[in-house]
């Protein structure tokens, strides 16, 4: 059952670690299916090790469906963002070092660099620190997310979330390397910055790229 989904979240977890965002068995990926149940990455496993058999499928309660492993720490958390967003269809927890750096001296992460914009819907919110494993992880996440699809965890890591796997880890990497170039910058003076208009605009522009899109409109290109 969900053999796809499986090997997409497998290969998911697979990039996260390619792209530096994870560490051995560090986070991990949730998906949605078309019935309305979770799968879910098991526990403390590395993911090139992992087979389809071992993502647990659960119910939005924490049911087990099928599947022998445990699953992720962090499931009550994840669970609870199902459940009060409808509307996600993916949840990726990591521990990527840039973007966590960020909770250690500010509050929020303004998107000063376009890709942020694009791939995070705008600015990211620092959370304040909740407990590894608990419920509070995905309440901070609800409450202090808001219409961008990335929230980071003070003293902790990120969570962002998507419509699909694919947006959900796009939000991750881009949060990444947006992290990295605003952190060189910071070290060395003080940074510029994007007005709210010029940020909206990435976002709306955004929405056009990919083959499924159509052309950015005219008025989204203007220097503003």
């Known amino acids: 059952m969900f053999e796809k989904e499986r090997n997409e979240i497998i290969k998911t977890g697979i990039a996260l670690d390619r792209y530096g965002l994870i560490a051995l068995a560090g986070g991990n990926v949730s998906a949605r ?3 309305g149940n979770i799968l879910v990455t098991p526990s403390g496993m590395i993911y090139e090790s992992m087979i389809p058999e071992d993502i647990i499928l659960m119910d939005v309660n924490g049911n087990i469906i099928a599947g022998d492993r ?12 199902f ?9 990726i927890h990591t ?7 960020i909770s250690l001296i500010q509050d929020e992460f303004r998107a000063d660099l376009t890709t942020l914009g694009n791939a995070a819907g705008g600015n990211v919110a620092v959370a304040p620190y909740s407990p590894p ?21 003070a003293h902790h890591g990120v969570m962002t979330i998507g419509k699909s796997i694919k947006q ?5 990497v881009y949060l990444e390397e ?13 940074t510029k910055h994007l007005t709210d208009a010029q940020i909206r605009q990435t976002v709306e522009v955004y929405k056009y790229v990919g083959q499924d899109s159509g052309a950015i409109p005219k008025e989204l290109t203007e220097r503003i």
């Open 33 to 35: 299916m078309s019935d």
């Open 70 to 81: 445990k699953p992720s720490s962090d499931t009550e958390g994840i669970l609870y963002i």
């Open 83 to 91: 459940r009060e967003r409808p509307d996600v269809m993916a949840v």
């Open 95 to 101: 521990h990527q070092p840039y973007a966590t750096a």
């Open 133 to 153: 494993g608990s419920i509070a992880m995905g309440e901070d996440t609800v409450k202090y997310i808001g219409e961008s699809f990335a929230v980071i965890l």
């Open 168 to 172: 959900a880890l796009n939000a991750a």
């Open 178 to 190: 947006s992290a990295k170039a605003y952190l060189a910058a910071a070290a060395v003076g003080p």
